[in-house]
């Protein structure tokens, strides 16, 4: 069978790393890159993140509308700042092209929906790029955890607004951030926990389930502390009430001048917890005779998960994707465009939530309610 024809909108950093899956893919094929950039076209550039790399047989544009025009593609590749997304998913889905979509896909709902709806209704396959659901780590959390009742799970993520690596996209000359790093500033990235947070949100989802309302309160940066556009806020608090009624908590922080950064995941259930720590996850539980009949030691309350090595999830993510165009099939994949709206949901719900003081905002009224329109839609420039 023919490796799977694949075009990649979007050079930049996210789009290198999935490039580098590909171009050791004997599955895959890519035949067009797509970035309005000419330099991040260019051979000796894509050389230096991916070692033997050549554009023979790859066709090269700097407009999307050319790269469509021209076809030769079985599948498409998005992965371009989610503020840049104008009509280029519900236009490949329209073409019948299989579409994996960079996280997050947009940030207006709308916009999403509309996504979402065009890939429906043309048939083809899509994923959404929410790699920490192939690392075999969470995967073995999930699987532990199985037909236990969870209560609640947390994340922290403390991090350093400068320390994300300087983007590809030329924002300086866009309106944006004079140094490149969009992730830090607001309009570009639509908060941290839009940008970043949606991973950490779509993983408690792979172990807990849908998100059935939000709420949140941000601490906004002060207007002095505002340096080259990176205006994202200081620190977050979202809650968010899932399906089954646990409780996800997410904490995160970005504060300049530290350069450093720490996390922590805690995942509850009714009689235990389970702990990610440096050589992998730790449940903690007691497991014996009740009431004990003596003290109970700690090393009887601690159990190492056998898990395999960590793997490299974008690898993982991307041999999964293009094995399912090739079968045709949803099986490998491990979310699809229409299961991930729940995550993007959320996050942009926390956005909402902080603006209207933490409402509590319930997703199905926030995707669909007429009250919540305004929110939905990308406002007129």
Known sequence: MAPVSIG?????????????????????????????????LEPAKI???????????????TRFDDMLAGGGMDALYVCIPPNRHQDEVVRAARNGLHIFAE?????????????????RQAGVLSTVGFNQRHCVWHTAVRDFLAGKRLVMMTVVANGALESHSVKHTHTEAEGGPANRV??????????????????????????GGDVDWVEARYVHRDPEDIVEGGDNPYAYSVTFGFANGTIGNMLMTRLRRTFYADGYQDIVWDHGHVKTEADGP???????????????????????????????NTLAINQAFVQAVKDQTEEPLRNTFSTSMNSHAAVLG??????????????N???????????????VA
């Open 8 to 40: 990649l909108l979007g050079v930049g950093q996210r789009g290198l790393q999935h490039l580098k899956a590909l171009w050791s893919s004997d599955d895959a094929r890519i035949t067009a890159l797509c970035d309005p950039y000419p330099q991040n």
């Open 47 to 61: 050389r230096q993140y991916i070692d033997g790399f050549s554009l023979d047989g790859i066709r090269t544009y």
């Open 103 to 119: 996280k997050p896909v947009s940030l207006y709902l709308d916009e999403a929906l509309e996504q979402e709806a065009a890939i």
């Open 182 to 207: 969009w992730a830090a500033n607001m309009a570009w990235s639509g908060s941290t926990v839009v940008e970043a947070g949606i991973h950490q949100l779509d993983l408690m989802r792979y172990w």
């Open 282 to 312: 730790v449940a903690w539980f007691y497991d014996g005779p009740f009431p004990p009949p003596e003290k109970v030691e700690r090393n009887r309350l601690r159990h190492v998960l056998e898990v395999p090595p960590r793997n490299d």
């Open 350 to 363: 926390a956005n909402i939530s902080d603006r209207l003081g933490g409402r509590r905002i319930d997703l």
């Open 365 to 379: 009224e926030l995707l669909h309610a007429p009250q919540y329109a305004p929110y939905r839609r990308r406002p």
